[in-house]
C-alpha cells in the first residue's frame, strides 16, 4: 500500500466515532446487547483487548482465543469496524516470574513490580522478543480476520514514567550504545568533557547511568541517555509494526501517544505508523498545567481552550495529516489530583474542537464505568449499572451535527512551530532556572497565536519547512547544520526564541557563542545570560508602547551592523530585548502575558498575516470549506461579522461550553 495515496486520501472525511470496550470484564451475556446500542448510538469503531494477555495466554504456550473469536463475531455482526490491540503494556505474572529482570527500575534504583501496568522495562532483550511472540500470536490469529481494520500497539508507552529505566539492561544496553555511537573511549571522554570534574573513563564498561550520584551528573551524559532510552521506544514499537504488516496487510496501525508526554522523540515513533494517535483528557491534565490559578478556575469545567488543540494540531503534523483521538475524556476522570465533572457540552465542543483541528476520528473512553479495580470513579458512556451518562446525551447531539455537514480536509497552515524533543531534553537537563517554562513556553506560544485566529502546523527537525510565511522556534536549544541551512533556504520569517541554537548537539556551548549556527539568520550574539527571580522584575518597551514587565530569563546581546536600528524592543536600560533582521525576530528573553502576545502581534503584523483577535474564550479555526468557533467560557460570545455566512450546526452568539459551524 502507498502510506502517502493512503494518507491523502483519508484526509477528506466526516468525522467517526468509536468507543474504547473491555468485555472482559463483563458478563458474556451483556455482549450482544452492548454491540447493538453502540450502533444504536452511532458509533462506527471499537478498540478492544489492550490488557488481554494474561486472558488469552494464561500460562506458556496455552492460549483461550474462544472469548475474544466471540467478542469479534459479535461486534462484526453489528456493523462495528474493530481497532485491535496487542498486549504489550501489561506482561503477566507468570511471565514475570520467569524473567523478573523484565521489569523496570525507578531513578531511586528500586525494581517497579508486577501489579498495575507498565511493569516492563524497554531495554529488555528478553522482554522484547517476548513482545514480539506474543505479537505475532494476536496478528496470526486476528490479522485476516474481516472484522479488524486498525491495530493499536501497546498502550500510552509513557504512561506512570515507563520510558527512562535504571535497571541491568538498561545499563548494559545503554553501553553498547555508547560503544556505536563514539567508536572509541578516547572520544567520548573528549565529547562528553569528563576531564571537567576529573571524570574520565577507560572503558565503556565503567559507564554507570546517570542516577543517584552526589551531584549534577555529566549534561552530555544524561541527554544520551535521553536519546538511548528514546532508541529503545521506537525499536519496541517498529519491531510490533513490521509483525503486523506481515500477518494483516492492509490495517491501518496507531499507538496511542500521551497529552502533555515529551519524554521520547515521538516523531521516530509516528513515522512507523499509518495514525497517530493520542489520549486526550482536558479536565484531567488541567490543574498540573501551567495555567494561572485563575485560569484553571475559569476553564475548571472545559479545560484550556487551546488544550484539544494544540495536541491534534501536534499529533496531526506528526501523522502526515491522519490523527485519531483514541481516548476522549468523558466526564470526571479519577487519576488526577481533583476530578471535577466537565460542564454540558464540554464532551460535545471537544470532540468537534478534535475534528476541526484535523482529527479522522475520536473514540470516547470508555464505553460502561468500571465495577472494580483501579478506574471505579472514572466515567464513561453508561453508568456500571447501563444507563447512559452524560457524554452519551452529547454523542447523540454530536452524531446530529455529523449529519447536516459535508466531508472536510484540513488545510495547510501558514504558520509552523518547530518542535524538536532533543532540545525539550537539554532543557530539562540544563535548566538554569528551576521555573524554567521548557514545554509550557510551546504551550503559551501557541495559545498567543491561537488567540489571533491563527492556524498551525507543527514540523520536526527533518521535516519539510517549505510553503509557510513563518515558522517559529519558541525554544529549540539544539539546531544541527542541516537544519540551520534549510531554515536559511526557506523563504518563510522566522521567530526565535531565547536559547534557541545554544548547545551543539553534544550540548556545549558553540564556538561563536549562541545561538549558534543562527547567528547568520539573526544578527545576534548572546554574551550572557541570568534568571531571574519575581523579585527583580525588569521592564521592555516595544516600540512606542507602555513599558510591559517581565522575569525570569534574560539575556544580554550584542548585534551586528545589519540589525542596528531595526531593534523593535529594549530593556527598561536601553540595551536590546527583541531583535529584528530581515529574515528573523529573536527574543533576548522568554516573554509571557501581554508582553507576549504584543510581540506576537507586530510579528503577525511583520510578515502581513491577517490578526482576528477575538474573545479569550472564543477560538476559531477551518477544516477546508468548514469554519468553526468554539466557546469554553460561561458566557454566549458573537461571532465575527460576516453577511456570507450559512450556519450549519449552532447559533450567533455561540451559547456558553458550545460551538457553531458554518460555510462562507
Known sequence: MDRAANCEGHQMSKLELGVCYYPEQWDPSQWRDDAERMVDMGLDWVRIAEFTWGLIEPRRGHFEWGWLDEVFEILGEAGLRVMMSTPTASPPKWLIDEYPEILPVGPDGRVRGFGSRRHYCFSSDVYLEESKRIATEYARRYGQNSHVHAW?????????????????????????????????????????????????????????????????????????????????VHLFNKAQVEILRT??????????????????????????????????????NLLGSSLSDQDKHRYLRTGAPDYQGFHCDLYRSQGRGRM????????????????????????????????????????????????????????????????PDQAAVELAQVVK???????????????????????????????????????????????????????????????????????????????????????????AKLLIGARSGSKTPDMHSPDTLAPGVLSNLTGVRVLRVESLPDLAEEAVQLGNQNPLPFTGWREIIETSEDVIGLFVSRYQNGSPAVIRSDRATYLAMVPSGTLLQNILRDVLEWIGLEVSETHRDLRLTRR?????????????????????????????????????????
Open 401 to 491: 451535527d455529523r449529519a447536516a455537514l459535508p466531508p472536510a480536509k484540513r488545510q495547510k497552515a501558514q504558520v509552523a512551530m518547530l518542535i524538536d524533543y532533543m532540545s525539550i531534553w537539554a532543557a530539562d537537563i540544563l535548566p538554569h532556572d528551576d521555573e524554567f517554562p521548557n514545554t509550557n513556553i510551546l504551550r503559551e506560544w501557541y495559545t498567543g497565536l491561537r488567540g489571533f485566529g491563527v492556524d498551525l502546523d507543527f514540523v520536526g527537525p527533518e521535516d519539510d519547512l517549505d510553503g509557510y510565511a513563518l515558522i517559529v522556534l519558541p525554544q529549540n536549544m539544539i539546531v544541527s547544520d542541516d537544519l540551520a541551512s534549510r531554515l536559511q533556504a526557506t523563504s
Open 247 to 284: 500477518h494483516s496487510p492492509g490495517r491501518d496501525i496507531t499507538h496511542n501517544f500521551m497529552a502533555g508526554s515529551f519524554e521520547y522523540d515521538h516523531h521516530a515513533v509516528a513515522a512507523d505508523l499509518d495514525i497517530v494517535g493520542f489520549d486526550s483528557y482536558p479536565l484531567g
Open 324 to 387: 485519531w483521538v483514541l481516548e476522549q475524556q468523558p466526564g470526571p476522570v479519577d487519576w488526577a489530583e481533583k476530578n471535577p465533572s466537565p460542564a454540558d457540552g464540554a464532551v460535545r465542543l471537544w470532540t468537534w474542537a478534535a475534528y476541526a483541528h484535523g482529527a479522522q476520528a475520536v473514540m470516547f473512553f470508555r464505553w460502561r464505568q468500571a465495577k472494580f479495580a483501579q478506574e471505579q470513579f472514572h466515567t464513561a458512556l453508561l453508568r456500571s449499572d447501563g444507563s
Open 152 to 232: 493499536q500497539i501497546d498502550n500510552e508507552y509513557n504512561d506512570h514514567d515507563t520510558v527512562l529505566s535504571y535497571s541491568d539492561a538498561a545499563r548494559n544496553g545503554f553501553r553498547r550504545w555508547l560503544q556505536e555511537s563514539y567508536g572509541t573511549i578516547e572520544e567520548l571522554n573528549q565529547r562528553w568533557g569528563t576531564v571537567f570534574w576529573g571524570t574520565q573513563y577507560s572503558s565503556f564498561d565503567q559507564i554507570e547511568l546517570p542516577n543517584g550520584l552526589v551531584a549534577t551528573p555529566n549534561p552530555t551524559q544524561s541527554l544520551d541517555f535521553a536519546r538511548y532510552s528514546s532508541g529503545t
Open 624 to 664: 477546508g470549506d468548514l469554519r468553526f468557533a468554539f466557546n469554553f467560557g460561561d458566557q454566549d460570545q458573537p461571532l465575527p461579522a460576516n453577511s456570507k455566512r450559512t450556519l450549519l450546526v449552532g447559533e450567533d452568539p455561540v451559547a456558553s461550553h458550545s460551538l457553531a459551524i458554518w460555510t462562507e
